[in-house]
């Protein structure tokens, strides 16, 4: 792709398509033309790493309380927070479910989602049963995102990268089949087994909450996603390339079973404001903040396994997380290698045109929008949300 030299460039959707198709034709020659913007159906959600360097615990929950307060009044349609153990400022959220259970007792009408549980660690019974119970307590907004998980929390646990995907594809399967079942006198796996379970509470929505398969850059999760009829999401915002977030997505769509429906939410980096060169600042700032932290978890804590050592030098994600580490990298990068780096920054006009690319070129279900990184002061994320709601959304949804 063409390096763009200035910083500041805004790339138009005509470009956008003109520069892809320099260097992956196959990429851009199946997008559709730009009518109607993204389709009156789209679902605009929120979502936050939940990392916080420079705060205290308390203070971040009590952020992400505020942002999911205000997301709700705004008409957000979901907000989105991962789960993760340890302490590396990654994020400070082992209990999803539970801070949507608080979430929900204040915001009355948005949904949640899990981005993501990370399975290989939970035994389905306990998964099913924490998933059923906060169903109930939301009043049906739930919505699981599922993952395989970061190695380096797989690896505080004792499972090993190469054993977590048939875990994670095992887990998955029996907690379908709990949901779906009355009773189960016995279920055994190669890893989880159980016997003599009924599921209490049941889950308000039948026969289960929507679930989603995370899918940042393995093909196999794509597949399996299709194959089981499930969501997909996609985090773009982690700087995964584009031309692999549509190859993942298409492979998940080929796999669904006939008849089925397709539900993928794009993960999308953005930061909005009425000056560009703001929207620009903040926006870097608060990825290479993020990946920053993701590199130094993934590659440079001394009790890693070398596997996991290895994995964080050849993944596509180290090398997303490497070219993002600081803000004038960050900064750079999205300049010169738009559109692949899903980031966008700028003014409404600016967020509308970009967005409206990438939509046309995934195609997704649902929009997820990463708005809040922790090195962000919490009055520049409610700023942002704010416009995004007021200029970007109607747009979005096609009105």
């Known amino acids: 792709m063409p390096a763009t030299r200035g910083v500041n460039v805004i790339v138009t959707h005509k470009e956008y398509g003109k520069m892809l198709s320099l260097t992956h034709p196959n990429l851009s020659s199946s997008v559709r033309p730009h009518g109607a913007l993204l389709g009156a159906t789209m679902k605009i959600g929120l979502f936050t790493e939940f990392s916080y360097p420079g705060k205290s615990e308390r203070q971040a929950y009590a952020e992400v309380l505020a942002q999911i307060s205000l997301a709700d009044e705004l008409g957000y349609d979901f907000f989105s927070t991962t789960e993760s153990f340890g302490k590396d400022e990654v994020s400070c959220s082992p209990f999803p479910l539970g801070l949507y259970i608080a979430a929900a007792q204040r915001a009355r009408r948005i949904r949640f989602l899990t981005g993501i549980i990370t399975v290989p660690i939970h035994h389905p019974v306990i ?72 599921l209490s509470p049941a889950p308000l929505q039948e026969p289960h909450p929507p679930l989603y398969v995370a899918a ?155 708005i809040a990184s922790g090195s962000l002061a919490q009055e520049k994320v409610l700023k942002s949300m704010r416009l995004c709601a007021e200029d970007l959304m109607p747009a979005l949804r096609g009105l």
């Open 127 to 198: 998964l099913a049963s924490e998933i059923a119970a906060a169903d109930l307590l939301t009043e049906g907004r739930i919505m699981i995102g599922l993952g395989r998980g970061h190695p380096w929390v797989l690896n505080r646990v004792g499972v090993t990268t190469e054993e977590s995907q048939p875990r994670f594809q095992e887990g998955i399967r029996m907690l379908m089949e709990i949901f779906k079942s009355a009773y189960i006198e016995k279920s055994s796996g190669a890893f989880w087994r159980f016997n003599d379970f009924k």
């Open 216 to 370: 940042a850059t393995t093909p196999d999760s794509a597949i399996f996603a299709g194959k089981i009829g499930q969501g997909l999401v996609q985090p773009g915002y982690l700087g995964i390339p584009l031309e692999l977030v549509r190859e993942l997505t298409s492979l998940y769509r080929q796999n669904l079973p006939a008849g089925g429906s397709s539900d993928v939410v794009l993960g999308i980096h953005l930061h909005v404001a009425r000056d560009r060169e703001e929207a620009i600042r903040n926006g870097a700032l608060a990825l290479a903040s993020q990946a920053e932290v993701f590199l130094r978890s993934s590659s440079h804590r001394q009790r890693l396994s070398g596997e996991t050592q290895a994995y964080a030098t050849k993944s596509a994600s180290r090398r997303a997380f490497e070219k993002l580490s600081d803000p004038e990298k960050a900064r750079r990068a999205v300049a010169e290698e738009a559109p692949n780096i899903m980031a966008v920054w700028g003014t409404p006009e600016d967020c509308i045109e970009r967005i409206s690319y990438y939509a046309d070129c995934i195609r997704p279900e649902q929009l997820m929008l990463n």
